[in-house]
């Protein structure tokens, strides 16, 4: 409710206001009676003048001036590397999707070093810092829009050892003041840390401003495990630190609640966003470690892909000894429990988009894995399709996709 307020007029600031009553005093000055004046009084509403509107009017959306609409048929993408956007792989990759019912491209903009891949002329200094030139932008996005080829713009997010190294304040630190680094070598930046989420925002936005239709986060959360060290590691909590609730909870709170800024503030480029998010966060009630919750991060969002390759899940995993094996199982197995969770969601329910296989997974060691080609990724297809969800994303880190895959079930 408005609140209104009554305040007696004094002084100057009541001078323009008041000029009626001014005039008053002025003609009572004229006359040996004088006049009794009754006490005004100006009602203030105190809310602001302006405000964001729930839903952001389309005709002052940003327009890029890059024209690509959404597949009819929904999106069937396949992951670029900036090695093969900036590159001679450019040129085949395109062809597989013009000769078949592939339609979409991710192509990273950040990388998962935190190395952004093209020059986003930002007035945001460390983003300046980590730009390359590895990718022409306006080159590509002409290339796009050229052969209809649908833009998502994929940005790492947390897993950023660029950052971390530069400022070991927004990432993890050992008791000796060290930046932690996990047992490859790469560090996280901190999710509790405001000034992280803007600066990928900032990626973020530059992206838009480019022409990327989707703006896909990857890596939104904590470090895999990270349960076992959060008490050991030296990290501020930033706003979660005063609040009432246990370290699960505070981590959970703020990958949300990142996901939630981040589409408000991309609300007015006119673009979609969605997160990556592991398979296994759908069949628990949150990921206590890393912070994702199924549920809420996709009512934050206007897709939800999740990483359900047959070669991450373990032994036994949806009921299948040997997942990797059964790649029509697997993912079938998979969507019953997604279906579940996004149903319960109504009308909040994003896009499902699943990212699916599509390469062998030789490291799994003999009798746990087989060789990824057509059949497998038309059995993973088939199986989305199956279950009502007709977009998926293509993952091979080399980009070297299986020929003669059915990409359609209609």
């Known amino acids: ?102 339609n979409a491209m991710v192509i990273d903009v950040k990388e998962d070093n935190g190395d952004i891949t093209m020059p986003l002329e930002s007035d945001h200094e460390l983003v300046n810092k980590f730009s390359n030139n590895w990718i022409d932008p306006e080159g590509l996005m002409s290339h796009l829009e050229e052969n209809e080829i649908y833009p998502i713009a994929r940005i790492v997010v947390f897993k950023d050892s660029e950052l971390a190294k530069e400022r070991p304040d927004l990432s ?107 398979g296994y966060s759908a069949t628990v009630p949150e990921a206590p470690g890393i912070g994702q919750n199924f549920s809420r991060i996709s009512e934050n969002v206007d897709v939800i892909s999740s990483m359900i390759y047959p070669s991450h899940w373990g032994p036994g995993s949806l009921g299948i000894a040997k997942p990797d094996l059964e790649p029509y199982n697997t993912v079938a197995n998979y969507m019953e429990h997604e279906n579940r969770v996004l149903g319960e969601l109504g009308e909040n329910a994003p896009v499902s988009r699943p990212w699916i296989q599509d390469f062998t997974a030789s490291y799994l060691g003999s009798g746990w894995y087989k060789n990824y080609g057509a059949q497998e990724v038309s059995d993973q297809i088939r199986a989305l399709n199956d279950h009502g969800v007709n977009e998926f994303l293509l993952w091979d880190a080399a980009n070297t996709y299986s020929e003669g895959a059915q990409y359609s079930f209609d």
């Open 1 to 102: 409710m408005t609140k209104m307020l009554k305040k007696t007029l004094m002084g100057s600031a009541a001078v323009l206001a008041l000029s009626g009553i001014a005039n008053t005093t002025v003609n009572a000055d004229e006359h040996e009676e004088t006049e009794t004046m009754e006490t005004t009084y100006l009602t203030v509403n105190t809310e602001p003048l302006l405000r964001v509107p729930e839903t952001f009017p389309s005709q002052f959306k940003y327009d890029s001036g890059v024209d690509i609409a959404y597949p009819e048929d929904g999106v069937k993408g396949v992951f670029v590397t900036a090695h093969s956007a900036g590159g001679a792989r450019m040129e085949p990759l395109t062809n597989l999707l013009n000769t078949t019912d592939l």
């Open 172 to 278: 993890f630190k050992n008791p000796d003041g060290s930046v932690w680094s996990n047992r490859a070598g790469h560090s996280f930046v901190n999710p509790f840390q405001r000034e992280v989420w803007d600066y990928n925002v900032e990626i973020a936005k530059k992206a838009a401003m480019m022409g990327f239709k989707d703006i896909q986060f990857d890596y939104v959360r904590f470090p895999e495990g990270f349960e076992l060290r959060d008490e050991e590691l030296d990290y501020s909590r930033g706003d979660y630190a005063d609040n009432d609730m246990d370290n699960v909870q505070q981590r959970v709170e703020a990958v949300t609640d990142f996901v939630a800024y981040a589409r408000k503030e991309l609300e007015a480029f006119d673009v979609d966003v969605s997160v990556d998010i592991f």
